[in-house]
């Protein structure tokens, strides 16, 4: 009966920032959420509305994650488990859905398809097509992620904690990151080729920066300052180059 509500929650899901405020950051949004699924247990008025009281406490995650706590606290809520074992549940997960939202959607997905839509601009198309692939990229990314999450909490119950550090997302994040990192590179390359010698050039200094990354990726964590050294003397030159 719990998957009777999971496309509505699923919908709901999208509007839990819509009462972000100060008190209970998301508490609102996830019971509001929570709903369609607290609707078919079977509850009075009176135990619904306990239960959501219960759940407008302060709670915070990443809104692209936030399914993973709603589906497991669902299952929770589903199997009559105490108030207070729902309530340590919750305060022991947001911390790492909040860190590992931000690390897999900020710090690597956003980037990357950005960097992915201004790399086609540069390769000439219109600036429509660019912003759109960026668009269908980056929500086609998003809202997987959100199912994905939801089905995941819905899936494992309180043990959801569990599956997520054998599915080890931060190497996922970083493989992310390593590719965004790629497509800077050839990004970086072309532009500076562009500046120095003309457009034409653009594609020398695409596989430079290709050369480039995959150096760094090799060596970098290695010998950091080198690198670090290594890059500045190059941008310096170019730049000299630039003023002749």
Do not use: C
């Amino acid at each position: 009966m719990i998957l009777g509500g999971q496309l509505s929650a699923f919908l709901r899901s999208f509007a839990v920032q819509g009462s972000w405020n100060y008190r209970s950051l998301l508490g609102s949004g996830f019971a509001f959420s929570l709903i369609p699924f607290l609707r078919r247990h079977d509850l009075s008025s009176d135990e619904l509305e306990a239960t959501l009281r219960r759940h407008l406490e302060p709670f915070n995650s990443h809104p692209y994650l936030v399914g993973v706590a709603l589906g497991a606290v669902a299952r929770m809520e589903e199997r009559r488990e105490a108030p207070e074992v729902i309530r340590k549940f919750k305060e022991a997960i947001r911390g790492s859905l909040g860190s590992l939202g931000d690390s897999l959607v900020w710090g690597a997905w956003r980037p990357t398809t950005l960097l992915l839509g201004l790399l086609i601009a540069w390769a000439g198309a219109p600036p429509w097509i660019s912003v759109t692939v960026f668009l269908i990229a980056y929500n086609a990314g998003h809202v997987a992620l959100r199912y994905w999450s939801l089905h995941l909490g819905l899936a494992e119950g309180r043990e959801v904690g569990r599956s997520l550090g054998e599915m080890n997302l931060s190497h996922v994040a970083g493989r992310i990151r390593s590719g965004g990192t790629l497509l800077l590179g050839i990004l970086s390359g072309a532009l500076f080729g562009s500046y120095l010698m003309g457009a034409s050039a653009g594609w020398l200094w695409g596989t430079v920066g290709i050369a480039g990354f995959g150096l760094g990726h090799r060596f970098g964590a290695r010998a950091p300052r080198l690198s670090g050294l290594t890059l500045v003397g190059v941008i310096t030159l170019l730049m000299a180059l630039g003023n002749l």
